[in-house]
Each structure stands twice: as structure tokens, then as C-alpha cells.
């Protein structure tokens, strides 16, 4: 069975840090692959999508980056994180070519920036 | 570019009381339509979706949504509703692509 992995699930980082936040997902092959990002009252935001290695789709221009490295690893990035980068950060994985699969979440990174 | 709303932020319903949560979507085509429960500091799982076919479907949970072209809504619905239900509920609204967009969420809230 398929499963997905995010991680750290929780992280408290000062202004101007970097970050990583990375996500992998186990069981399938050449996934699409998605960062949002989850604001209180704000529903989810798309920040990026892969459909394939070193392919990235950004919809949210800010100072986050993602990478695909390999097939199944997506890695989220900041290298001088805002405040305004707190929130509650999600990764998904899609198996079915095109809009009818449904999207699978992990658990969830919460990043707190202080 | 497709979207989604959510009118209601929060609910509160009485447990075995039923439940509908409104969600209208903006689409030129044939949207494919998705409900998802989010439970505190987690993730968010499939309740159920819809794409074609029968306009009434049936997900988990007992939970069912009805999709209405004229009115650009795919509601959900449950008729007695129980304690575990209290969460966070997302519509999402796909398209001929690879992105998904997600609604504001609604809360519910089940009270005793």
C-alpha cells in the first residue's frame, strides 16, 4: 500500500532562518506531488506541484522553493524564512494521471516562526 | 482558473441532528468535485467526490453529497450526525489539470 511521510511535524524557527521541510511518499511510482500551505480561516493554498523529477510548478510567487530530487522526495525550502511563512504545511501525492484522482495527504508540518 | 466557496465558517449542530455544509464552485467545464474532513493537527482524508454519472454520491463515514450543475453546488450531507463528525470539512474543485483548490473550510461543531 501507498503511504506518505512528512517531517519535522512540528518546527518553531526565527526569523530569517532557513528551512527544509521535506516529504516522501512510499508504495508508488512517478506520483504528482504537492505543497500547500494551511492559514487559520483560509483554507489550503497551493504552493507547488511536480509532475515529475526536477519539475516544479510554483502558483504563489514568495520566498519558498520546492525540489523534487527524486521520484518519491519533495522538499520545501526557504532560505530566509518571514513571519508570514507560519502555518500549517501539507504534502500530497496524486497516482491517477489527470483531475479525477483524489489527492492524499501526510500528517501535516506545522511551522511556527518567531 | 477554477474556485471554490465555502459560505459557512462554522456550524454547530446537535449530535443525531442532521447536517449540510454548502459549497458552490466557478467552473467553465465539467468540474470534478471532491469533500475532504480535516481532524485537529492532521491531515486531510477523502469523504468523496464526484466527476460524472449519478449527481447524488455516497462517501465514508455516511456522508453524501449531491452535485448541481444549474446551481453550481455539490453539498454535503448527513443525516444524523455524531460526536466523532466535529471537524474541519473542505470542498475542492478540480479541473483538466493537475492543480486542486480548496475552499475555506468549514468548522463543525456537535454539540450534546
Known amino acids: 500500500s501507498q503511504t506518505i511521510h512528512q517531517w519535522p511535524a512540528t518546527l518553531v524557527q526565527p526569523v530569517g532562518s532557513p528551512l527544509s521541510l521535506e516529504c516522501t511518499v512510499e508504495g508508488t511510482s512517478n506520483p504528482n506531488l504537492y505543497w500547500y500551505r494551511q492559514a487559520a480561516g483560509r483554507g489550503l493554498q497551493l504552493l507547488f506541484y511536480?509532475?515529475?523529477?526536477?519539475?516544479i510548478s510554483s502558483e504563489v510567487p514568495q520566498n519558498l522553493s520546492a525540489s523534487r530530487p527524486q521520484d518519491r522526495q519533495f522538499i520545501l525550502s526557504s532560505k530566509k524564512l518571514l513571519l508570514s511563512d507560519s502555518g500549517f504545511y501539507l504534502c500530497?501525492?496524486?497516482?491517477?494521471?489527470?483531475?479525477?484522482?483524489?489527492?492524499?495527504f501526510g500528517e501535516g508540518s506545522r511551522l511556527t516562526v518567531l | 482558473a477554477q474556485s471554490v466557496t465555502q459560505p459557512d465558517i462554522h456550524i454547530t449542530v446537535s449530535e443525531g441532528a442532521s447536517l449540510e455544509l454548502r459549497c458552490n464552485y466557478s467552473y467553465g467545464a465539467t468540474p470534478y468535485l471532491f469533500w475532504y474532513v480535516q481532524s485537529p493537527g492532521q491531515g486531510l482524508q477523502l469523504l468523496l467526490k464526484?466527476?460524472?454519472?449519478?449527481?447524488l454520491v455516497q462517501g465514508i463515514k455516511g456522508f453524501e453529497a449531491e452535485f448541481k450543475r444549474s446551481q453550481s453546488s455539490f453539498n454535503l450531507r448527513k443525516p444524523s450526525v455524531h460526536w466523532s463528525d466535529a471537524a474541519e470539512y473542505f470542498c475542492?474543485?478540480?479541473?483538466?489539470?493537475?492543480?486542486?483548490?480548496f475552499g475555506a473550510g468549514t468548522t463543525v461543531t456537535v454539540r450534546a
Open positions: 511536480s509532475v515529475g523529477i526536477g519539475q
Open positions: 464526484y466527476f460524472s454519472g449519478d449527481t
Open positions: 475542492a474543485v478540480g479541473a483538466d489539470d493537475y492543480k486542486l483548490s
Open positions: 500530497a501525492w496524486r497516482g491517477l494521471a489527470g483531475p479525477t484522482g483524489e489527492l492524499f
